[in-house]
């Protein structure tokens, strides 16, 4: 039987980090996927957001490896040359109920150890973005936006260059734990292989708990149950009237439809939040009506006939619809007693912004 050190399920942007970081520590990294390339799920149907860190509770994972990640994405983007721009967001609010819950925002942050948010006043807002309507605004200098698939690109050569391997196509069937770490079944392209490995690292995004259910002696009990979260977005056509992102004051599951933009300054807004059952990327026109409800409130010039459906991702979400925060989920042996086994559940956002963190973390508990 062919062996491995390290055998990564999923590559996603997350999968990717920790392929790039175990290369250099392991000799032997493959890293499969089910589709025929990388990132072709959560990684690429997102917003391109690069975040602060400023919502999270204190202490947990997600606002730890945001602040940290952040920093760290920056300087990685300067040193391999990927598109970025840090161009900052405004959190928004109207009227005197919101503007108190931005100066908890900005209380949450600082506890966060993120400590640049500037309050803007609505004369302030008028000079530097008159097609804004809010009555106040926190802005956020160090939030920016990143071609994703530049930045996943980078990270599988950096994992190639340490002689990692990637194969796509390639579905996980099973792992059996052994003495020297785990024999695992793959479907490759119709064919079914075997391979030891010593590390596994389960970074399969959406199907995290599908795969955690296939290794043997896994506990149930540890497996969490993935909801899957669809977030929709539309296009808006012509000049964007917005050089930053804008936000909203965020909802219970989600950051609610936001103003973005891409590296090539295309406008786009959302997403929105919709638990859903089964993997489906469909976005209904008939949101519309939605979207312009939502944007309109800060966008009162929005032209309707500009807005467009464009795409839609899924988060894997531990949280349901109605609980209440749930952070990151990252396991080993202290959790779940299989040595070499580290299973990552629920890397919503800003698990794009965490990446490097996270991948970081992960070495350290190999």
Known sequence: MDSVDVIVVGAGVVGLA???????????????????????????RNSEVIHAGIYYPENSLKAKFCVEGKHQLYQYCQQRHIPFQKVGKLLVAHGASEEASLENIQKQAQRNGVDDLCW????????????????????????????????????????????AIFVGRTLFISALPNTQGFEVTLNSQGEDITLQCEQLINCAGLHASSVAQAIHTMPSQHIPKIHYCRGHYFSYQGKSPFQQLIYPIPSANGLGIHASLDIGGQLKFGPDTQYIDNIDYQVDPAL?????????????????????????????????????FKDFAI?????????????LFGIDSPGLTSSLAIAEHVEYLT
């Open 18 to 44: 920790i392929a790039a970081k175990l290369s250099q520590k392991y000799s032997s990294v493959l890293v499969v996927d089910k589709n025929a390339s990388f990132g072709e799920e959560t990684s690429s």
């Open 120 to 163: 803007q006043s609505q004369a302030q807002l008028k000079i530097s973005t008159p097609a804004l309507a809010a009555s106040a605004a926190l802005l956020s200098p160090s939030t920016g936006i990143i071609d994703t698939h530049s930045y996943m690109q980078s990270l599988l050569a950096q994992a190639q260059n340490n002689d």
């Open 288 to 324: 519309k009506a939605k979207f312009f409800n939502a944007i309109v409130k800060y966008f009162p010039g929005l032209d309707a006939e500009k807005l467009q459906p464009d795409y839609a991702g899924i988060r894997p979400k531990l949280q349901g619809a109605n609980d209440g």
């Open 331 to 343: 396991q080993n042996e202290k959790t779940h007693g299989i040595a070499g086994l580290i299973n």
